[in-house]
C-alpha cells in the first residue's frame, strides 16, 4: 500500500520535490510506495511548472493536516506561521513531518520534537541546513560516536556569492547584491541572508544535533557581511587571508559552547577559503574522527528537493521495516529509533562572548602624526592584546590607513583596548573590524 503524502507549499522547493517523486525512472524503487495524494497552496490560479491530477491541489490546508488518509506531511511552505501550527496539529494527528523550514525549526525545534516524540512520529529535517547537502543525518548517525569539538560552515549561498565577487573582482558590496538580486540569488529584501539571520538559524539547528542540546536562537550572536568593504577583502588577501560569513558553534570548555555567525578572515590554506560562488560547506571536527568537510549546493529547487525525498525515502524504509508490534496504530510508532528522532534533554550553555578567545582584523584612519602606531601598541598592549602585524598601507583622504592582525584574545580585552584607542586625539575611525579564523 502506497505511502500517502500531503504536502505543504509548491513554490520552488515544493515544486522540486513534486517533480523528483513523480519521476521514479532510474531511483530508488521504494519511490514508487509513495503517492502524492494532496497538497496545500495559497492561490490555485499561480502558475506553475508542475502539473497535478484535478482535485489533489486545495488552499484548505487545515482539511491536509487533519485527513486520516495522510501518513506524512511534507512542509516547504517557509516562514514561521501558520508553518508551525500546521506541523503541530499533523503531530498530534499522528503523522511524520518532513520539513524545510530552517526558521520554524530554529525557534520552534523543541516544541515540535517534544510533541512529535509523546505522538510516536517523526520530525525530518535534513532539507533544513545546507540545501541538497547531507550533513543532518550523517551528525545524528554517522558521526554520532564522535566527541565533537566544532561545527564551521559557510552556510548561505548568498553571502558567499557577494564575499567570492569581490573577491575575484573587486566590486562594491551594492553593486554586487544588485546584481545576484537579478539572478534571482538574493531576494527583493535580502535581510535575512546579508545581516546572518539564515545561517544563524542553521548553525543553531547544526549545534543542537551535535552538542546534543538545544540552542535558542536569540542566544547566537549574529552580524552580517554590509560593513565589509572591498579594501578589507583587498587587505585581507595581501595578508594570506579571504573574507568569508562563517557560522561557527565551538567547545568552549567543557560545559560552554560559543555559537555565532560574523564575518571572518579564514587563511588561505583552510579548507573552507576555496568555497566559492553559492556553494555551501560544513565543517566537522570530532574526535576520534578529526575533520570532515560536506561540500555542494546549498539552495535551489534540485538540490533542496534532493534532501526534502531523502528524508521521506528514510520514512518509508524504517516503517515499511517494522513489525506490527512496534505499531500502536497504522504508522504510530511505540518506540522512536534515537537515532532518528529529533529530541533535546537539555539546553547548552552559552560562553559569555567577553570571554570568548579570538584573532581580530581591524583597520584604524588615523591623522598623520609621528608616533601613532606606537600609541595604538600601549593601548593594545596594556590591556594585554597582542599584535601579530601592523601594517600601514597608506592614505585615505588625507588620513594614514593602519591595519592590525592579532594573536588570540579575548573579546573582552579586545574591545577594552579599542574603547581607548578611540579617545585617542589621533585616531579619526574605525571602520573595519573583523574577526579571524583561529
Not at 497538497?39 to 482539511?63: F, Q, W
Not at 506524512?72 to 501550527?85: C, D, N, Q, S, Y
Not at 558521526?143 to 575575484?168: D, E, F, K, P
Not at 555559537?259 to 573552507?272: A, C, E, F, I, K
Amino acid at each position: 500500500m502506497a505511502f500517502k503524502l500531503g504536502i505543504l507549499g509548491l513554490g520552488t522547493v515544493g515544486c522540486g520535490t513534486v517533480q523528483l517523486l513523480l519521476d521514479s525512472d532510474g531511483r530508488h524503487p521504494l519511490l514508487e510506495e509513495i503517492e502524492i495524494y494532496r497538497v496545500g497552496v495559497r492561490s490555485l490560479d499561480k502558475p506553475r511548472e508542475v502539473t497535478l491530477p484535478r482535485g489533489i491541489i486545495t488552499t484548505d490546508l487545515d482539511s491536509i493536516v487533519n485527513d486520516p488518509k495522510i501518513d506524512i506531511i511534507v512542509e516547504v511552505m517557509g516562514g514561521l506561521e501558520p508553518a508551525r501550527e500546521l506541523m503541530l496539529k499533523a503531530i498530534r494527528n499522528g503523522k511524520h513531518v518532513v520539513t524545510a523550514n530552517k526558521a520554524a525549526i530554529s525557534r520552534f525545534g523543541e516544541e515540535l520534537y517534544t510533541a512529535a516524540n509523546q505522538a510516536g512520529v517523526y520530525v525530518m529535517l535534513e532539507a533544513s541546513v545546507g540545501g541538497g547537502i547531507p550533513v543532518i543525518q550523517p551528525l545524528k548517525q554517522s558521526l554520532s560516536v564522535n566527541r565533537i569539538q566544532a561545527v564551521t560552515g559557510i552556510i548561505n549561498g548568498t553571502t558567499n556569492y557577494i564575499l567570492t565577487r569581490m573577491q575575484n573582482e573587486g566590486s562594491s558590496f551594492d553593486s554586487v547584491l544588485a546584481d545576484a538580486q537579478k539572478l534571482g540569488y538574493a531576494e527583493a529584501d535580502p535581510t535575512a541572508d546579508v545581516e546572518g539571520l539564515d545561517a544563524a538559524d542553521k548553525i543553531a539547528i547544526l549545534a543542537s544535533i551535535a552538542f546534543d542540546g538545544g540552542i535558542k536562537r536569540e542566544d547566537v550572536y549574529c552580524e552580517g557581511i554590509r560593513q565589509v568593504s572591498k579594501t578589507d577583502i583587498s587587505y585581507a588577501q595581501n595578508l594570506g587571508f579571504v573574507i568569508k560569513l562563517l557560522a561557527i558553534a565551538k567547545k568552549v570548555d567543557r560545559l560552554s559552547l560559543s555559537v555565532r555567525v560574523h564575518p571572518t578572515l579564514v587563511p588561505l590554506g583552510h579548507p573552507l577559503a576555496s568555497i566559492n560562488g553559492v556553494n555551501n560547506a560544513i565543517l566537522v571536527e570530532g574526535e576520534p574522527i578529526g575533520q570532515v568537510m560536506f561540500f555542494g549546493p546549498g539552495a535551489g529547487a534540485g538540490a533542496t528537493a534532493s534532501a526534502v525525498s531523502s528524508d521521506i525515502l528514510n520514512l518509508v524504509s524504517h516503517l515499511i521495516s517494522l513489525p506490527e508490534s512496534k505499531l500502536d496504530s497504522k504508522y504510530k510508532i511505540s518506540h522512536l529509533d534515537p537515532l532518528l528522532a529529533s529530541f533535546h534533554q537539555q539546553y547548552c550553555q552559552l560562553a559569555p562572548s567577553e570571554e570568548l578567545v579570538t584573532r581580530f582584523y581591524a583597520r584604524f584612519l588615523t591623522k598623520d602624526q609621528p608616533g601613532v602606531i606606537g600609541k595604538l601598541g600601549t593601548c593594545f598592549g596594556k590591556c594585554g592584546v597582542s599584535l601579530e602585524s601592523v601594517v600601514q598601507t597608506g592614505f585615505q583622504e588625507k588620513l594614514a590607513e593602519i591595519v592590525v592582525v592579532t594573536h588570540d584574545v579575548t573579546e573582552g580585552n579586545f574591545h577594552k583596548a579599542l574603547d581607548e584607542i578611540r579617545n585617542l586625539e589621533a585616531v579619526d575611525s574605525i571602520p573595519s573590524l573583523l574577526r579571524v579564523l583561529n
